[in-house]
Structure formats: structure tokens, C-alpha cells
């Protein structure tokens, strides 16, 4: 019964799509999800833009006490989105998620 249904949604997904995940670096699958969540909230899909800024939060580390002060400040940033789009302030949203996406990719340039 159960097989069934995951086969019927494994059979939908993008091959190109599931390649280019597997074989991205971390840096590029947390770009993949901030072009996620800013889709999704463009379209104002709470549900789609929340789990994103849940996957988000899931991936930060709290290992160092130097980590866990940047982690804090991404978690409550990230909780903070949740609540404007529960209280469906999606132009907020946009904007933080929008910003956080390009210091990102300036971050991650820098690097190398």
C-alpha cells in the first residue's frame, strides 16, 4: 500500500533535478534552498516557504561558542520570517530571504 505510493511520487520527480542535488557542494544546496523559499514566497505558499526556512534552520551548527552566536542570530532571523509569513507580510519575507541569499553568494565568492 505504502510502496505504491512512494513509487507513484519517486516516478515524478526531475532526473536532471536529483542529479544536480546529489552532485552539488554544500554551498550550492543552500543557495538551491534560498531560491526555494523566495520562489515559494513569491508565490506566497506558506507552507513550501516555512519548510524551507525549517530546512534552514535544521542545517545550522551550534558546535563553538563563536558558531552558536551567528547560529542564533540566523535562527531567530529565520523564526522571525515564519511569523511574517504566518501573519502574511510576504514583501518582508522577500526581502530578508533576497538579502541573505546575495551575502551568501558574496561570502562563498570570496572564498574561492
Given at each position: 500500500?505504502?510502496?505504491?505510493?512512494?513509487?507513484?511520487?519517486?516516478?515524478k520527480?526531475?532526473?536532471?533535478?536529483?542529479?544536480?542535488?546529489?552532485?552539488?557542494?554544500?554551498?550550492?544546496?543552500?543557495?538551491k534552498?534560498?531560491?526555494?523559499?523566495?520562489?515559494?514566497?513569491?508565490?506566497?505558499?506558506?507552507?513550501k516557504?516555512?519548510?524551507?526556512?525549517?530546512?534552514?534552520?535544521?542545517?545550522?551548527?551550534f558546535?563553538?561558542?563563536?558558531?552558536?552566536?551567528?547560529?542564533?542570530?540566523?535562527?531567530?532571523?529565520?523564526?522571525?520570517?515564519?511569523d511574517?509569513?504566518?501573519?502574511?507580510?510576504?514583501?518582508?519575507?522577500?526581502?530578508?530571504?533576497?538579502?541573505?541569499?546575495k551575502?551568501?553568494?558574496?561570502?562563498?565568492?570570496?572564498?574561492?
Amino acid at each position: 500500500m505504502y510502496s505504491t505510493k512512494y513509487n507513484n511520487n519517486k516516478s515524478k520527480l526531475n532526473p536532471y533535478l536529483v542529479k544536480e542535488i546529489m552532485e552539488a557542494t554544500p554551498q550550492q544546496l543552500l543557495i538551491k534552498i534560498y531560491d526555494f523559499a523566495i520562489t515559494s514566497c513569491q508565490k506566497h505558499d506558506l507552507y513550501k516557504t516555512n519548510a524551507a526556512l525549517q530546512q534552514l534552520i535544521s542545517a545550522l551548527r551550534f558546535d563553538t561558542d563563536e558558531v552558536r552566536k551567528v547560529s542564533i542570530g540566523f535562527l531567530k532571523l529565520y523564526q522571525y520570517c515564519q511569523d511574517q509569513m504566518r501573519k502574511k507580510n510576504y514583501s518582508m519575507v522577500l526581502e530578508i530571504l533576497t538579502e541573505l541569499r546575495k551575502s551568501w553568494l558574496e561570502a562563498f565568492s570570496k572564498l574561492g
